[in-house]
């Protein structure tokens, strides 16, 4: 079965901090990795992939496939990055792409 | 097109009554997917649609849950008979599947918060 894990529920850091919110993920196949973020009063959103391979508002992520991970950084906070993130998983074999999230982490920027 | 929309925003039931919701995907999306999401957890996935077939409904679905996409257009989840343990935001997301294995992505919608009282 698959299972993604966010070990941290709530990071907090000071703007201009770099920030690391981590993901593991177990899944025997071939994965595909995402980073969802909701904002306050904002619905879920994608934030990056990891086969887009780009960086997002700052943020990046790299898949890990030796330690299962994929973890989201960004060198410099600020304090909009202040919302819940979630990493999610899919079978990219499959054809139902549907997504199994982790817990998220809220992830607090403080001034 | 406003995105995904779903009503009602917040819905209070008593323990036995039934409750359904709606979601209006955005219009040019075959696919509609159903997620539902209690504290302090991720969002965890309940069925999806292609146009107007169900294809998928994940165990957590019970027999008192169903779900409709009748014209392959909006789609509502009804719960019957609803538990306290119902109480959740119910998600619905929407995307285009174009059938070459490239997932396009999700859009989510606001999601309906149900509390059984």
């Known amino acids: 079965a698959q299972r993604v894990t966010q070990p941290e529920k709530l990071l907090s850091v000071f703007k201009g901090a770099p920030v690391e919110l981590k993901c593991n993920y177990s899944y025997s196949g071939s994965p595909e990795l995402f980073w969802y973020v909701q904002y306050s009063r904002q619905r879920l959103q994608l934030l990056l992939r990891?086969?887009s391979r780009e960086s997002i508002k700052g943020f990046t992520a790299d898949l890990n496939k030796g330690e299962t991970s994929f973890h989201l950084k960004k060198p410099f906070a600020q304090e909009e990055d202040s919302a819940m993130y979630y990493c999610?998983?899919?079978?990219?074999?499959?054809?139902?792409?549907?997504?199994?999230f982790g817990k998220g982490t809220l992830l607090t920027v403080n001034p | 097109d406003t995105g995904v929309s779903q009503d009602p925003r917040h819905k209070i039931t008593k323990r036995g009554q039934n409750v359904t919701f709606r979601c209006d995907p955005i219009?040019?999306?075959?696919?509609l997917y159903w997620y539902r999401q209690t504290l302090g957890q991720g969002p965890e996935f309940l069925t999806y649609?292609?146009?107007?077939?169900?294809?998928?409904k994940s165990r957590l679905l019970s027999d008192r849950f169903s779900a409709e996409r009748p014209k392959g257009s909006f789609s509502t989840l009804e719960i019957q008979r609803t538990e306290q343990g119902d109480s959740a935001m119910y998600l619905c997301?929407?995307?285009?599947?174009?059938?070459?294995?490239?997932?396009?992505?999700?859009?989510f919608g606001s999601g309906t918060r149900l509390t059984v009282v």
């Open positions: 649609f292609q146009n107007e077939a169900q294809l998928e």
């Open positions: 219009s040019e999306h075959n696919r």
């Open positions: 999610a998983l899919m079978d990219s074999g499959g054809s139902n792409y549907k997504l199994t």
């Open positions: 990891h086969i």
């Open positions: 997301a929407s995307s285009l599947n174009i059938g070459t294995g490239l997932f396009l992505g999700y859009t």
